[in-house]
């Protein structure tokens, strides 16, 4: 009997019109990224692991391919685009650069080794953009505007970016003073929405009322831009009334972009990349429940490679997309039509010449011989 050698499991081969259709979705959104302004850059697959230790505040150790090379130092096949262009950027573009903003977009795979993700892929293919240099709310509006756009770009209408706020849940953190496990236990049950496991672990710290007020409410605090409104009246404490007030400026900003119909608010939402230090985003739409992009500002990330600049990205994942845009029915239409010559003996010389000549005006052209299969 014939053996047949199956992939692994949580990746998969992509081949035929579904291949070519990602490959033309990909270069539709790469002009998006071209006409922010944003140039390529490429990072290798693997890096050193220190580029996604846990002090980076990325992907858990657990949940990375590692291996070893020849002088015995542990690499990490790349879970995460963000620290590898940040490593790469703090080396090559930042150097004696002052008042300097680096735009930079990137496309390749990312692989996650993880035993909770059943289901879904271990290898996906991501699409982003980081921008380096700018701290102004001008800088976080600009990169939800080109989320924005791509989800336009790539045909679906109907979709929501919820846009979320680090400083706000750390800040009331810091007031708090609560132990790291109780902090880590109530960022999973906010995170999860779960008002219940909430209320009882804020309840065993001992806080002070309006402190435990807001941590109640923070798994509500989700909708329109009214819902900032509602966050302002609930806390005293100046640094989270700060972030509240830069989302406020956003929001401004976005208006002016035509896109504000787009957005909805999500205090509650708490990312698992630890290294995120302002406004968060995801962005949703019908047809998959995993984000098609996410991302946000990281204004200390780059210290850790020996560089000290704010700056703010997102990364789209090629897989959920085109999963979202089959459940809708929105079609990636191809840009070719591949055209056939069938030839023999007798005149393949012609068959060859004129396949030729077609090739040279952009034509698609298969060569097939009369009798065989296409």
Same mark, same amino acid.
Do not use: W
């Given at each position: 009997m014939e053996r047949v050698i199956h992939t692994p499991e949580g990746v998969r081969d992509i081949y035929g019109q579904e291949c070519a259709r990602k490959r033309v979705l990909q270069k539709k959104l790469h002009k998006v990224f071209v006409s922010y302004g944003y140039e390529d850059i490429e990072t290798p697959t693997f890096e050193f692991f220190d580029v996604f230790s846990r002090e980076i505040g990325t992907i858990p150790s657990k949940d990375l391919y590692k291996f070893f090379d020849q002088e015995g130092n542990t690499l990490v096949l790349r879970p995460?685009?963000?620290?590898?262009?940040?490593?790469?950027?703090?080396?090559?573009?930042?150097?004696?650069?002052?008042?300097?903003?680096?735009?930079?977009?990137?496309?390749?795979n990312t692989f996650?080794?993880?035993?909770?993700?059943?289901?879904?892929?271990?290898?996906?293919?991501?699409?982003?953009?980081?921008?380096?240099?700018?701290?102004?709310? @001008? &800088? @976080?509006?600009e990169i939800l505007a080109m989320m924005i756009d791509l989800l336009k770009t790539a045909g679906l209408k109907d979709f929501q970016v919820s846009v979320?706020?680090?400083d706000f849940f750390k800040s009331l953190l810091e007031e708090a003073g609560m132990s790291e496990e109780a902090v880590e236990e109530l960022r999973e049950l906010i995170s999860s929405k779960n008002h219940f496991g909430v209320e009882e672990c804020v309840?065993?710290?001992?806080?002070?009322?309006?402190?435990? @007020?807001?941590?109640?409410?923070?798994?509500?605090?989700?909708?329109?831009?009214?819902?900032?409104?509602?966050?302002?009246?609930?806390?005293?404490?100046?640094?989270?009334?700060a972030s509240i007030a830069r989302l406020e400026e956003i929001y401004r900003i976005l208006e002016m972009y035509g896109c504000e119909q787009y957005i909805t608010f999500d205090l509650g939402m708490l990312s698992k990349y630890r290294y995120?230090?302002?406004?968060?985003?995801q962005a949703?739409?019908?047809?998959?429940?995993?984000?098609?992009?996410?991302?946000?500002?990281?204004?200390?990330?780059?210290?850790?490679?020996?560089?000290?600049?704010? &700056?703010?990205?997102?990364?789209?994942?090629?897989?959920?997309?085109?999963?979202a845009l089959s459940r809708q029915g929105i079609e990636v239409p191809l840009t070719w039509v591949t055209e056939e010559i069938f030839y023999d003996e007798e005149n393949r010389r012609e068959a060859i010449e004129q396949a030729a000549a077609m090739r040279r005006e952009g034509k698609h052209v298969v060569l097939r011989k009369k009798g065989m299969t296409p």
């Open positions: 995460d685009f963000t620290p590898s262009v940040a490593r790469a950027a703090s080396k090559y573009f930042l150097e004696g650069e002052e008042n300097k903003v680096i735009r930079l977009c990137y496309q390749g996650l080794n993880s035993s909770g993700y059943q289901g879904r892929l271990r290898e996906v293919t991501e699409m982003g953009v980081e921008m380096m240099g700018d701290a102004s709310p @001008d &800088s @976080d509006a979320g706020q680090v309840r065993g710290q001992h806080l002070k009322q309006e402190l435990t @007020d807001v941590f109640m409410q923070m798994p509500h605090l989700f909708g329109s831009i009214e819902i900032l409104e509602k966050a302002k009246t609930m806390t005293k404490n100046v640094k989270a009334l995120y230090t302002g406004i968060i985003m949703f739409t019908y047809g998959t429940g995993q984000p098609l992009l996410k991302g946000g500002r990281y204004n200390q990330l780059l210290s850790h490679f020996g560089k000290s600049c704010p &700056s703010i990205g997102f990364t789209l994942v090629m897989e959920h997309l085109m999963n």
